[in-house]
C-alpha cells in the first residue's frame, strides 16, 4: 500500500471513529435550520426539494433542473419497453484510454482504472438531461421531512432514521449518516413483476444466462399508503425471487422482507431448494454473501448499489462533485438490448449501448469498521443529486486496492413517475471478469401487478415451490 492511501485510510477511519462516538446510540439532533429550509421549495429557491443545486454550472454543460416530467414519446404503450425519449440525441465526444486524463477531474477512481487496465473501454459522453422529477407528493414529503427528520445510530451501530415518510428525509445532508440515509429512503417504485438475467462473464466473453423472476413489493413511496398506516420499523420491502434458468437449477426461490430502517428489526429471509422441497431461513442472504447467480463477482448488499443492514461501515460525506455518470439508459432498456449484444466477445460492455452525462453527485466514502468482516475494506458511492440513486461504486479490497468498479445505468419510468436500474454491471479488474444484471428483453417489467402481503411469506414459497 502507498503511503499516501495509508494515509487517507486512517483519516478515513478517524474521522468515521470519532463521529460515531459523537453519536452513540441516540439520535442525532441535526434537523434542518429554519435557513436550510428556506432554501428548498419546488419552484424559485437555491435548492430542490431533493437538496439538488437547481441551477447548472457555469460551463453551461449542466442544465437547470426544471419540475417538468419527461413528455411522453408518442406510441409508447403502457407496459411495453419504454422508448428513448431523446433519440435524436447526438454523443458530443468519446473518453478513451488516450485521452482520459484530460477528463480526470470528472471521473471516479474506478473510471480511471478501467482505462488503464482496459485500453478499448471507452465512455460515449451526451448532452446531460436532468430527467430525475417525481411525482408532486414525493417533493411535499421532502419538504415536510426536512424540519423533523433525525438520525439515529443504534449500540449496534446501524444507522437509521425517524420522523420522516415516502421520500429522501434530510434533502439538506449535515454528515455521512443523513447522507446515506437519503439513499435509503430515495423515491422507489412500489411494486414491480419483472424477469431478470444475471450473467458471471469470462475474460472470453463466455457466459451462462441465469434468468429470475423478481417480484417485489416496496411500500416506502407508495401514494396509497397514508402515514397512519405505515410504520417503517416493520417490512417495507417485500422480495420474491424465482430462479427459472439454468434448467438444472430451476425452481430455487429466495424470500425477504426488510424494513425501512434496520433500527428496529433486522432482514428476514428464506430460501427454497426445489431438490429437498423445503423453506429453510437464511440468514446468510446479506453483506458480503456472494449474491445470486454471481459466481462471486458481486456480494449481496450490492444489488441496486447497496441493500440490507448498514452497521459494518462508517460513512463519510465527501461532498458534492461533477461526474460522468450512467444516465438515461434507454439504450440499454430497449427490447433489442439483449446479452448477446450487449455483452462483447473481451467480455465487457459494448460501449454504443451506454450513455453518460456530466451530472452533480454526492459522493460518500464508507471504510469498514474494525472488528467487522467484509469483502471490501472500502467503497467510495456517487449518488445522483437529483434522485440520490447509487449511480458508481469505487469498490477497493482490504489493502486499500482499486478492485471492483460498480455502474448502474437507470432509466426514469416516465409513465409511472419512479427510476429504476435499466442495467447494473460491475467490473473485476483483478479477475478480469464482469457481472452483468439486465432486464429480461422477452418480458417488459411490470409496474401495474399487485398482490395481498401474504404473497411474500413461507407459506406461499411452500404452495408455489415446484420443480
Known amino acids: 500500500m502507498s503511503t499516501t492511501r495509508s494515509s487517507t485510510v486512517k483519516k478515513a477511519i478517524a474521522f468515521a471513529g470519532a463521529f460515531a462516538l459523537a453519536v452513540g446510540s441516540t439520535a ?19 435548492l430542490t426539494p431533493a437538496g439538488a443545486i437547481r441551477a447548472g454550472n457555469k460551463e453551461g454543460s449542466i442544465p437547470a433542473w426544471k419540475n417538468e416530467p419527461i413528455v411522453v414519446p408518442t406510441g409508447f404503450k403502457t407496459g411495453t419497453y419504454h422508448a428513448d425519449p431523446f433519440p435524436d440525441d447526438k454523443v458530443l465526444f468519446t473518453i478513451t484510454a488516450q485521452n482520459y486524463q484530460e477528463y480526470a477531474d470528472k471521473l471516479s477512481e474506478g473510471q480511471r482504472e478501467m482505462f488503464k487496465t482496459y485500453p478499448d473501454f471507452t465512455m460515449n459522453i451526451y448532452p446531460t438531461r436532468r430527467t ?3 411525482n408532486p407528493y414525493i417533493y411535499d414529503a421532502a419538504l415536510e421531512n426536512a424540519p423533523k427528520a433525525e438520525v439515529v445510530v443504534t449500540e449496534r451501530g446501524i444507522v437509521a432514521f425517524k420522523d420522516a415518510r415516502k421520500a429522501w428525509a434530510f434533502p439538506v445532508p449535515h454528515n455521512g449518516n443523513e447522507a446515506w440515509m437519503n439513499q435509503a429512503t430515495r423515491p422507489i417504485t412500489p411494486w414491480l413483476n419483472s424477469f431478470e438475467t444475471t ?32 410504520d417503517p420499523s416493520k417490512d417495507s420491502l417485500l422480495y420474491y425471487q424465482t430462479l427459472l434458468a439454468p434448467a438444472k437449477l430451476a425452481g430455487q426461490v429466495v424470500l425477504a422482507r426488510d424494513p425501512a430502517r434496520f433500527s428496529d428489526k433486522f432482514r428476514s429471509a428464506w430460501a427454497y431448494s426445489p431438490g429437498q422441497r423445503r423453506v429453510k431461513r437464511a440468514p446468510q442472504i446479506v453483506y458480503d454473501n456472494p449474491l445470486t447467480a454471481s459466481d462471486g463477482l ?101 489493502r486499500n486496492q482499486i478492485w471492483r468498479y460498480w455502474e448502474s445505468h437507470d432509466v426514469m419510468y416516465y409513465d409511472i413517475g419512479f427510476m429504476n436500474a435499466a442495467a447494473e454491471f460491475q467490473y473485476d479488474m483483478q479477475a478480469g471478469r464482469m457481472i452483468a444484471l439486465m432486464w429480461d428483453k422477452k418480458n417488459p417489467p411490470d409496474f401495474s401487478w399487485r398482490v395481498e402481503d401474504n404473497y411474500f411469506t413461507p407459506a406461499s414459497v411452500r404452495r408455489h415451490g415446484v420443480r
Not at 442525532?28 to 428548498?40: F, S
Not at 460518500?364 to 449511480?391: A, C, N, P, Q
Request: glycine share 6%; charged share 30%; hydrophobic share 35%.
Open 199 to 230: 450473467m458471471a462473464v469470462t475474460s472470453t466473453g463466455d457466459y451462462v444466462v441465469n434468468v429470475l423472476n423478481i417480484q417485489k413489493r416496496e411500500k416506502w413511496s407508495d401514494p396509497d399508503i397514508a402515514g397512519v398506516d405505515y
Open 28 to 46: 442525532v439532533l441535526a434537523k434542518t435550520t429554519p435557513e436550510e429550509q428556506a432554501n428548498l421549495a419546488l419552484e424559485g429557491t437555491k
Open 132 to 134: 430525475a422529477v417525481f
Open 298 to 398: 458481486a456480494t449481496t448488499d450490492q444489488k441496486w448499489g447497496f441493500n440490507g443492514p448498514n452497521d459494518r461501515f462508517d460513512w463519510k460525506l465527501v461532498g458534492r462533485k461533477e461526474i460522468y455518470i450512467p444516465y438515461n439508459a434507454y439504450k440499454l432498456h430497449n427490447a433489442n438490448a439483449t446479452p448477446d449484444k450487449v455483452i462483447n466477445a473481451d467480455g465487457r460492455v459494448d460501449q454504443k449501448f451506454a450513455r453518460y452525462e456530466l451530472h452533480r453527485v454526492w459522493v460518500i466514502d464508507s471504510v469498514l469498521k474494525e472488528g467487522t468482516s467484509h469483502d471490501y475494506g472500502r467503497r467510495t458511492f456517487y449518488l445522483d443529486e437529483d434522485s440520490w440513486w447509487i449511480m458508481l461504486v469505487d469498490g477497493y479490497d482490504r
